[in-house]
């Protein structure tokens, strides 16, 4: 098969290593470094599995600048762009899928359309209308930033928004792509995929923000959250995962997906989904008022970014925490080697770990690192089960 995806974020760059393993793929991205770097098997995203796979498989991987002229007799497209949450729509930014469908249109391919960005509900359905040359067809994505190809190559489920026999080609490409063939392949409507998606998102979310509220509730009262944690978690019904304490949750996916999931539910009584948004923002408060009584003078953030191994910034919970603390007049530098630029939000950036630890009388940092084990008596976190 001849597949084309469109935009290297985690998501893409992922279905473009995965399906290179058995299906002729081209990459576009408007980051011409990405698709230089793809295919000089240099990863344009923080994830091991694909630096190794580049490094060390053979893929069928190419790359194009000239998109969409040389675009011809592709079989599928698949979209990855990104589609941010706009607070002023109250709904996902789907221009960049919308500017992707008129290049296909304008090309000499009419190749079956894999939308893979997070869409609002009914978007496909809509879309489709517009577009009706080709078949679009929404598969949502579940992986994790940091792991996106890991967790393609072990699907925990194949969801195809189709039951067209192009949307069964298309599951059988990725589960033939996959390491684990012994997995459940499901075709819904396009609207029960897309509600899929953010429903996942916003379970994780919701599971995040309680064990977030728990441990606010453990710290006002001089609790053990480690032990209220571990001793709820041994029910099977709830289980021992998801369930570390952190600032808040953060990222590219579940801010913007539970607000995108509340906005669908204009029409519809909910109380839930409103909460998830509210407790986050009410945690970020509380760890900053915990942070304030401290009474540092300097604060030092270590690393931006929501988890080792990723490079994304953006929402991070750490950026809200930040905002809070410098309104309350405390001076802040930070530590984040991902930012090129000499301030963040108008504090220093440090480039020197060594000085960064010297000059900051209290380190934020939202999970536990071994660069952080010599100012142990420092540190300000909420990460129970990483720091052994």
């Known amino acids: 098969?001849?597949?084309?995806?469109?935009?290297?974020?985690?998501?893409?760059?992922?279905?473009?290593?995965?399906?290179?393993?058995?299906?002729?793929?081209?990459?576009?991205?408007?980051?011409?470094?990405?698709?230089?770097?793809?295919?000089?098997?240099?990863?344009?995203?923080?994830?091991?599995?694909?630096?190794?796979?580049?490094?060390?498989?053979?893929?069928?991987?190419?790359?194009?600048?000239?998109?969409?002229?040389?675009?011809?007799?592709?079989?599928?497209?698949?979209?990855?762009?990104?589609?941010?949450?706009?607070?002023?729509?109250?709904?996902?930014?789907?221009?960049?899928?919308?500017?992707?469908?008129?290049?296909?249109?304008?090309?000499?391919?009419?190749?079956?359309?894999?939308?893979?960005?997070?869409?609002?509900?009914?978007?496909?359905?809509?879309?489709?209308?517009?577009?009706?040359?080709?078949?679009?067809?929404?598969?949502?994505?579940?992986?994790?930033?940091?792991?996106?190809?890991?967790?393609?190559?072990?699907?925990?489920r194949i969801v195809i928004g189709s039951h067209s026999e192009k949307g069964k080609v298309?599951?059988?490409?990725?589960?033939?792509?996959?390491?684990?063939?012994?997995?459940?392949?499901?075709?819904?409507?396009?609207?029960?995929?897309?509600?899929?998606?953010?429903?996942?998102?916003?379970?994780?979310?919701?599971?995040?923000?309680?064990?977030?509220?728990?441990?606010?509730?453990?710290?006002?009262?001089?609790?053990?959250?480690?032990?209220?944690?571990?001793?709820?978690?041994?029910?099977?019904?709830?289980?021992?995962?998801?369930?570390?304490p952190s600032f808040g949750y953060g990222g590219y996916c579940l801010p913007k997906d539970t607000k995108q999931l509340l906005a669908n539910f204009e029409k519809t009584p909910q109380k839930i989904f409103k909460a998830i948004v509210d407790s986050n923002a009410i945690r970020k408060d509380f760890i900053a008022s915990e942070i304030t009584k401290l009474k540092p003078k300097t604060i030092g953030i270590y690393k931006l970014a929501m988890k080792e191994g990723s490079d994304n910034i953006r929402e991070s919970s750490m950026q809200g925490i930040m905002k809070r603390v410098k309104a309350k007049g405390i001076k802040v530098i930070v530590y984040e080697p991902l930012i090129k630029e000499k301030r963040f939000l108008n504090s220093e950036i440090y480039r020197d770990l060594e000085l960064f630890k010297k000059d900051a009388d209290l380190i934020l940092c939202n999970r536990s690192h071994p660069d952080l084990k010599d100012v142990q008596d420092r540190i300000f976190t909420r990460d129970l089960f990483n720091q052994d």
């Open 170 to 244: 298309f599951a059988k490409l990725l589960l033939d792509s996959s390491l684990d063939k012994n997995v459940q392949i499901i075709h819904t409507n396009s609207i029960e995929a897309e509600s899929s998606k953010l429903f996942s998102n916003a379970y994780l979310a919701m599971r995040v923000a309680f064990f977030n509220e728990l441990d606010s509730f453990a710290i006002s009262n001089d609790l053990s959250s480690k032990e209220i944690i571990h001793a709820i978690s041994l029910d099977p019904r709830i289980g021992d995962f998801y369930n570390n």
């Open 1 to 156: 098969m001849k597949i084309i995806v469109i935009g290297l974020g985690y998501v893409g760059t992922a279905n473009a290593v995965l399906l290179s393993q058995l299906n002729e793929v081209t990459c576009f991205d408007l980051d011409y470094s990405k698709t230089d770097n793809i295919t000089k098997g240099i990863s344009p995203i923080e994830d091991k599995e694909v630096s190794y796979y580049l490094s060390s498989k053979k893929l069928n991987l190419n790359s194009s600048k000239n998109y969409p002229v040389d675009i011809d007799n592709f079989d599928f497209a698949i979209i990855a762009t990104p589609t941010n949450y706009d607070v002023n729509t109250n709904t996902f930014d789907t221009s960049s899928i919308e500017k992707s469908l008129e290049n296909i249109k304008k090309s000499n391919s009419n190749p079956t359309v894999i939308i893979r960005s997070t869409i609002p509900v009914g978007y496909i359905k809509k879309i489709q209308m517009k577009y009706n040359d080709f078949e679009i067809i929404f598969v949502p994505e579940f992986l994790r930033e940091g792991s996106a190809l890991k967790d393609s190559l072990h699907p925990s």
